[in-house]
């Protein structure tokens, strides 16, 4: 009998804990809002440029306020440079970090990038705190550049 209540209590938990996996990411990542006017835009290069390395991109921002990953603020959050993405990234789950999607979580407005030789796309998606694109997703036109 005890090890009947035993194996009870441990599937009690089990299934506990495999709820709480399935429901505390739901929390986790509910998304901000952006305001109605918010727009991203990249300032440079310009699209058709044809440039060299390092590529200095300049971000733009209007209607929303920059604030750094971790630090929850209404109307607001940082900047993620998309690299070669043809399909945007989940836009209710936070932003993958690799090679074609880069964060600026400290809140930078620029970066300067080494890019391989040839035809390549620069989007912005900007993001809350917890690198989650907001309910009215803030995205840029996405501009192509060549790089000598």
Same mark, same amino acid.
């Given at each position: 009998m005890? @090890?009947? !209540?035993?194996? !009870?209590?441990?599937?009690?938990?089990?299934?506990a804990v495999t709820f709480s996996l399935f429901l505390i990411p739901s929390l986790l990542f509910a998304q901000s809002e952006s305001s109605e006017n918010a727009k991203v835009f990249i300032i440079s290069p310009k699209n058709g440029a044809v440039v060299k390395n390092p590529v200095k991109v300049i971000f733009g921002l209007s209607g929303?306020? &920059?604030?750094? %990953? $971790?630090?929850?603020?209404?109307? %607001? $959050?940082?900047?993620?440079?998309l690299i070669d993405v043809n399909t945007l990234p989940d836009l209710a789950k936070p932003i993958p970090s690799d090679k074609n999607h880069i964060h600026f979580g400290k809140g930078q407005t620029e970066t300067k990038l080494n890019l391989s030789s040839g035809k390549h796309s620069l989007q912005l998606l900007f993001a809350?705190?917890?690198? &989650?694109?907001?309910?009215?997703?803030? &995205?840029?036109?996405? @501009?192509?550049i060549t790089v000598k």
């Open positions: 005890l @090890i009947i !209540q035993k194996k !009870q209590i441990i599937l009690g938990y089990f299934l929303m306020k &920059i604030s750094p %990953a $971790g630090i929850e603020k209404k109307f %607001a $959050g940082h900047h993620h440079l809350d705190y917890l690198h &989650i694109p907001h309910i009215n997703p803030v &995205i840029s036109k996405k @501009i192509y």
